[in-house]
């Protein structure tokens, strides 16, 4: 791996969700200080770019590590785009009732409100407003997953001799109590359920692991069928 791969992945995400607290700087200083309003500007734009690279970054290593030839099965699973649309529209909203109640206050015009509360909400409550990351890599040693809930960041590579079967989770089928669920969308649960040969789970932060691909039979299809078992059907998954 290089140089600027392990400087990139080694950057807290944590420390990189901070950056657009600049936005609040970058609009207030837009009418008099135009030239640091910019340099504050091109600062979240390389804080973005930097979370892009993570990701890209990350996926790299995952085929690099686990996948001998070819490229992972890559499932990103995103927020329904009509429920995303109305986030932002809401937001936009809001923000314009914002702008009519505080124009002129603190001498800022309205304008200024408007961008500065619709950016902050779109930079910083972005999981909130169009859903959390959630990227799953299948490869030949085992699954990958990056998940984004928010602030920080899981990564994680669980490779098959670690798993005690994979089904597939129905509305309606119960789980365990001790299940992260790694979706875009909270309160999912359907889809399929990884279960550990241990009984506390993959990790002290993890138990039992639930991934949502939009297509689950597919996603089945690419895992190894000895650890594949017969779905749930309503039963309690132990």
Do not use: C
């Not at 135009?34 to 970054?57: D, E, K, T, Y």
């Amino acid at each position: 791996m290089s140089f600027l791969e392990n400087f990139v992945l080694d950057i807290p995400y944590l420390f990189l969700k901070k950056i657009p607290y600049s936005w609040f700087f970058a609009i207030i200083f837009l009418t008099w200080a135009p030239a640091l309003s910019a340099l504050l500007v091109l600062i979240i734009a390389l804080g973005l770019w930097l979370m892009a690279l993570q990701q890209r970054f990350w996926e790299a290593k995952i085929q690099r590590e686990f996948q001998k030839e070819g490229t992972p099965y890559r499932v990103q699973p995103r927020m329904p785009i009509g429920t995303q649309l109305q986030n932002a529209a809401w937001v936009l909203a809001g923000s314009l009732f914002v702008a009519f109640m505080l124009h002129d206050r603190l001498n800022m015009t309205g304008v200024q409100w408007f961008l500065l509360t619709s950016g902050f909400m779109f930079l910083y409550r972005d999981a909130m407003l169009f859903g959390a990351t959630a990227v799953y890599l299948v490869t030949p040693r085992g699954i990958g997953a990056r998940y984004i809930p928010g602030h920080v960041d899981y990564r994680l590579f669980i490779r098959y001799t670690e798993i005690n079967y994979v089904t597939r989770i129905r509305a309606g089928d119960k789980l365990p109590t001790n299940t992260s669920v790694l979706s875009p969308v909270r309160g999912r649960k359907e889809g399929i359920l990884l279960v550990a040969k241990l009984m506390d789970g993959f990790s002290n932060q993890l138990g039992q692991i639930l991934l949502t691909p939009d297509d689950p039979e597919a996603f089945l299809a690419q895992i190894p069928a000895t650890l594949i078992q017969e779905e749930a059907h309503g039963r309690e998954v132990k």
